[in-house]
């Protein structure tokens, strides 16, 4: 890490040769329920400047989302609503959108997330820090005029439930990604002078925040006179202009006399760049309109927040569901085929085209894997190298244990990257939860806190940004608690990488991470198969995480090595939906020949973690064994490659053409109303 956690606008991690990301993840959710379209652009806009605050080209977005089921009117517009602005904002501002996920479960009726992430690549060591240097640095108010939009969209949208939030629709931003396009390109040029010394962006809370926080950074005082802010509202009061959260603005930090140097090259781009303060020795901020002193406010009030340790138990209703006897529940009556092609045609498994479409993946020609496998994988101009990005969680998994919850969202996150061959070397996280004034809140809050943490140690990979998004409940109660990680893995030599697809006709097919084609009962716990044909949500979900590490290191090696031909994580719906979405994408079937063992559902359907589906040319079969063998990881030949029928063992055979139609159309037809 290159900067101190939690001190900038975004982490930033070195990537050798020169180069470093900056990343981060965060939240619009209460303004894209209101107003979704508007709300989840400028959580676009508003990652965004985060990550050019950092001197970081952005070079990738990515995003998480999550509705009610679209059964309903209300879930498919705010679903069209929300990608229609993600989409909007993203192909104006020329950035490629290359990945994500979109889930849809009951608890999220009335309050969708929208997580929105932003990747920047940072050349020449050239980092900018939100911060003065010296007394009497000037501080700069660039990019657009001030307005009433966005008044109370961080202290009234971010702490209260939708039942009290009515009449906060005005809250709600409103974008312009022409400006902020302009806006990146002038100050992607204008640290280049060693006169701007800090560079801020102005978002949640508006100049209230972004200039505090910068004295704050400072250790120094800062006097900030509000009659200076350029506006496009009359009769505004400084109340207002304290707290408007207007888009595409920033704050910089200039050395004293030089002011003229930036308001130039500002100028070029028709842009506004005015003064409106001066850092001074001292610690308070003083707010001023014109020779009015509004307020004097000691910096540290305002900055230190007060600090909350929470010890709360288990509550009792959890502990009911994990202590769920999965195994007394037989297999449901209906065919194995047929509830694969059920579980295909959902709209949390099918595939997420219609989605992707909407986005430019390609602007800026790096993409080398693109939207709709495991994870992105982009190459880094200039260099060899690449890196792989993929964002994931699972609210399900944490509603029945957080902790274990924590765990599997940084495992798959990082599964995910490394299924493409990425090594992970960081990730950001975005924690949405319910109120934290109830004891279930703080209770889910802090242990899915704690497994991130374990996951993270056992990879040895830094949390370098994040954001966490509270009270996210509506009159039908609060949501899953829903950690969503972003991951970043890095490739040496980005031409040797892995897809999805299968690859080749008669390739292997192995299994990492088992054994055998068995099936328990308890892998269905929290699964969609659990969810979608059974109706509940119970058990006990695991993960080993020490056979997590060694199967991902696996891959990553088979991958480097030149064996493995494709690869694919096993999630959602388990071994069979991972099979079938592998032999789509590349355009072949598959024939599993082991045997399988235990309960059938479980064996196609469950979702048993750290498993990995890789493809390897008959030819390097032996050599891929003793690759896994090396790791320490477990690894099983299923069968192989070829033809256009998806058989598994005794249990299944559909047609290609029939799991792909299921599987390519189900997200429309379910969305469609």
């Known amino acids: 890490m290159l900067v101190s956690l939690g001190t900038e606008n975004a982490g930033v991690v070195d990537i050798g040769d020169g180069l470093a990301i900056a990343m981060k993840i965060e939240s619009h959710n209460h303004p ?30 990515l995003n998480s989302l999550r509705f009610g089921k679209p059964d ?31 889930v849809f479960a009951s608890c999220y009726d009335g309050n969708p997330l929208v997580n929105a992430m932003c990747v920047g690549l940072v050349e020449d060591g050239r980092i900018m820090s939100a911060r003065a240097e010296e007394p ?8 657009s005029d001030t307005g009433r939009d966005g008044i109370h969209g961080a202290s009234g949208l971010a702490s209260r439930t939708f039942e009290e939030q009515n009449e906060l629709r005005s809250a709600v931003q409103v974008g312009n990604p022409f400006l902020e396009k302009v806006l990146i390109e002038a100050c992607m040029e204008v640290i280049q002078l060693d006169s701007v010394v800090g560079l801020q962006d102005c978002g ?30 009359e009769g505004m009061t400084p109340y207002e202009v304290m707290l408007s959260e207007s888009q595409e603005r920033m704050l910089l930090a200039v050395k004293p006399g030089r002011e003229h140097e930036v308001q130039a090259i500002f100028s070029k781009w028709d842009l506004h760049a005015t003064a409106i303060g001066e850092f001074f020795e001292g610690d308070s901020v003083v707010i001023q309109d014109g020779e009015d002193v509004l307020s004097e406010t000691r910096i540290k009030v305002l900055t230190d927040p007060p600090e909350y340790e929470f010890d709360p138990p288990k509550p009792g209703w959890i502990a009911d569901l994990q202590n769920t006897d999965l195994s007394s529940t037989p297999p449901p009556s209906e065919s194995p085929a047929d509830l694969l092609l059920k579980l ?13 479409r909407q986005y430019d993946h390609q602007v800026q020609t790096n993409t080398v894997i693109a939207p709709g496998g495991d994870a992105a994988v982009l190459r880094l101009k200039g260099s060899q190298r690449g890196i792989a990005l993929s964002t994931d969680g699972n609210g399900r998994i944490c509603y029945l244990d957080p902790y274990i919850g924590g765990q599997i969202a940084v495992a798959e996150a ?105 099936g328990d009962s308890s892998s269905l716990a929290g699964s969609e198969f659990q969810d979608l044909v059974m109706g509940v949500v119970t058990g006990q979900p695991s993960i080993d995480l020490d056979i997590e ?39 072949m079937g598959v024939r599993v020949d082991a045997i399988a063992s235990g309960r059938w559902d479980a064996v196609l359907f469950g979702e048993a973690q750290s498993r990995i589906v890789v493809t390897v040319s008959s030819d390097h079969a032996q050599e891929f064994e003793s690759v896994a063998t090396k790791a ?31 599987w390519q159309n189900g997200f429309e037809a379910a969305t469609r109303g």
């Open 414 to 518: 990082c599964r995910n990257v490394s299924a493409t061959g990425g090594l992970p070397v960081a990730i950001t996280d975005c924690l949405n939860f319910g109120s934290p004034e109830t004891e279930d809140g703080q209770y889910q809050l802090v242990q899915a806190v704690a497994g991130i943490k374990s996951a993270c140690e056992a990879f040895d990979i830094p949390v370098i940004s994040g954001n966490v998004s509270l009270y996210n409940e509506a009159p039908g109660g609060a949501i899953y608690p829903t950690p969503v990680i972003g991951a970043m893995g890095l490739l040496d030599d980005v031409t040797k990488h892995a897809a999805a697809g299968f690859a080749g006709e008669g390739d292997a097919v192995y299994l990492l991470g088992a054994a055998g084609l068995t």
């Open 204 to 233: 949640a809370a508006g100049i209230t925040s972004g200039a505090i926080e910068m004295a704050e950074r400072s250790d120094m005082g800062l006097r900030l006179d509000v009659a200076e802010v350029p506006r496009r509202e």
């Open 632 to 662: 320490g990881a477990p690894v099983f030949r299923l069968g192989t490659t070829g033809g256009d029928r998806i058989v598994i063992s005794d249990l299944l055979d559909v047609s290609l053409s029939e799991a792909s139609d299921s």
């Open 344 to 356: 295909l045609a959902s709209p949390n498994i099918a595939s997420k085209l219609p989605v992707f």
């Open 136 to 143: 009497g640095d000037v501080l700069l108010l660039v990019g």
């Open 72 to 102: 309903t009117a209300r879930n498919r517009y705010l679903l069209s609503g929300v990608v229609g602005g993600i989409s909007f904002y993203g192909n104006c501002l020329g950035i490629p959108n290359v990945g994500g996920e979109v």
């Open 549 to 587: 590490v060694r199967v991902q290191q696996a891959c990553r090696d088979g991958i480097v090595a030149g064996l493995v031909r494709s690869a694919h994580d096993v999630s959602d719906g388990g071994l069979a939906v991972a099979l079938v979405e592998s032999a789509v994408i590349g355009g």
């Open 32 to 61: 894209s329920a209101i107003e979704p379209h508007e709300g989840a652009a400028t959580g676009v806009g508003g990652i965004v400047r985060d990550i050019f605050a950092m001197g970081a080209r952005p070079i990738a977005l």
